[in-house]
T-cell receptor, first 116, second 109 residues
């Protein structure tokens, strides 16, 4: 069962392109997250949304622009990316914001992004 | 910088062997989570440990939270090829969720 759906699963884009990643959760959760997963590095939290409001931005470059129109949908708009931005981008949701690390996070299967 | 350090980073074993994966930090955690991520998929929560010294079992997997709540271990008994994957620990010292870099486990038949 995957209550968190990410599209596309794979994306190849040039550095001057503009594209968007989409995440949708069917779990009735109120918090949504974007993570970046690079080889041999820990999962990096990028953005946190709680009830559609952005509550955290972990010093992410402005070429990544998140959008959360409602509690079920989360987008990551990409523009003028760099080769080092190639990674797996994971979306997650939880019932409430995981401030104490005790909220189960439900992850999507990610978008594998390659920047040419 | 608050870090979660996992060891070993890579582990390749034969089916039927036992193994232990460690998650260590200098920070105290109110709780720690363990996730497994299979190739091509997102991480899936296995367990959350909350109380210092707590032991939780999930079939052949045994999770332990250190008495001081600064470390945790995952022990797998009689590993199976289906246990292959990336094992991640996660916690939120100071209110911000962080993940360890993971232990990549490969169980060969």
């Amino acid at each position: 069962e995957t209550g968190v759906t990410q599209t596309p699963r794979h994306l190849v884009m040039g550095m001057t392109n503009k594209k968007s990643l989409k995440c949708e959760q069917h779990l009735g959760h109120n918090a949504m997250y974007w993570y970046k997963q690079s080889a041999k590095k820990p999962l990096e939290l990028m953005f946190v949304y709680n009830f559609k409001e952005q509550t955290e931005n972990n010093s992410v470059p402005s070429r990544f622009s998140p959008e959360c129109p409602n509690s079920s949908h989360l987008f990551l708009h990409l523009h003028t990316l760099q080769p080092e931005d190639s990674a797996l981008y994971l979306c997650a949701s939880s019932q409430v914001v995981a401030k104490r690390g005790n909220q189960p996070q439900h992850f999507g299967d990610g978008t594998r992004l390659s920047i040419l | 910088t608050q870090l979660l350090e996992q060891s070993p980073q890579f582990l390749s074993i034969q089916e039927g062997e036992n193994l232990t994966v460690y998650c260590n930090s200098s920070s105290v955690f109110s709780s720690l989570q363990w996730y497994r991520q299979e190739p091509g998929e997102g991480p899936v929560l296995l367990v959350t440990v909350v109380t210092g010294g707590e032991v939780k079992k999930l079939k052949r997997l045994t999770f332990q939270f250190g008495d001081a709540r600064k470390d945790s271990s995952l022990h797998i008994t009689a590993a199976q090829p289906g246990d292959t994957g990336l094992y991640l620990c996660a916690g939120a010292p100071g209110g911000k969720l962080i993940f360890g870099q993971g232990t990549e486990l490969s169980v060969k038949p």
